[in-house]
């Protein structure tokens, strides 16, 4: 049979390919940072990693890895519940409830998992999950695994959650799921909205914090700490692999009751392996970090303010928001690939993302900034966005 499959396969992978949306991975020589070497042998500056806070090289978390090396092994060979489970991880998960105000946590292999195993255990046919329509991917995968109605509303559109609240008030229980942090804009979620709306309507809140935990806030506590609601949302999944040093592993946090019951049916945290205790470590030691200063939150704030006023100032349409995230809009889709490719020769890494990743007519480059950025990277990335964007007029 597989001559048949092989021949089925080649030819869907040339449809991709022939729609210019096939990806090809980029090798990377060096560890990961603000300045990184790739295969080529080219040095460039990164402007698409999801290292917020610029700890994905970071020594201290290095050595807190190295340390648990020798005190606590390499591997676990084990799930949570039979054998997996040691005194760094109940640390970790402390660590993490004592960051974002809740009452307990539960770890995961990625927030993948955190997301995929969270709707299941806890909602069944006769509730209601209310879903941003750009909420992440490992949400909507969640979500399908679950029994119970689905309902979706457009992305921050408050109209259109209260449309689906009253469409769901029949339903036992309801649950709002929404994204801190869209990927694509960069926007935060109306998290003060959509609270009103969940009392009025008698509904609990997901949040899923993975682009906002560690960049949005004062303190980078996410967008709960934005919109002054910490302690106030039921269930909180985020990553330990973006701004919290980006190594891998993910994790709800929220109220006891959840995080018990996720501890009792969540597929992914039953079934799968636990997180090795090298990265539970350099964990601990990352919360630490970010919980007794805020120089990192500072320099990421400081650093995204500045690059989107040069930006602008240059003449550049960019997406105003409270994120990381600077989703530069070029509208058509060959010059936002003709834009990143330029900018590459000129030593600038960012990426030009156009449909299907995000609508028609609606291409952009996303530019991420990070506290790993110093001030010579931001301008030199603005001077190559200068050039090459008046070299294809996009500027004058
Ligand atoms: C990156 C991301 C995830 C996946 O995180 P992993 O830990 O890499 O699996 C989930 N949700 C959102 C919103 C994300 O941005």
Redesign the pocket.
Known sequence: MYNRFQEFLSAELNDIKSAGLYKDERIITSPQGAEITISTGQKVLNFCM?NYLGLSNSPDLIDAAKEALDSHGYGMSSVRFICGTQDLHKTLEKKIADFFGTEDTILYA????A?GGVFEPLLGAEDAIISDSL??A??IDGVRLCKAQRYRYENANMEDLEKQLQDAQANRFRLIVT??VF?MDGNVAPLDKILELAKKYDAMIMV?E??SAGVVGKTGRGVTELFNSVGQIEII?G????AFGGA???FTTGKKEIISMLRQRSRPYLFSNSIPPVVVNAGIRMFDMVSSTNTLQDKLHDNTAYFMNKMSSVGFDIKPTKSAICAVMLYDAKLAQDFAAKLLTEGIYVIGFSFPVVPKGQARIRVQLSAAHETEHLDKCVTAFTKVGKELGVIK
């Open positions: 999801n990625a927030a993948f998992d997301n909420n992440h490992s949400i994204d801190g990927s899923d993975s682009h999944t990553t330990l692999g973006k891998i592993g993910g």
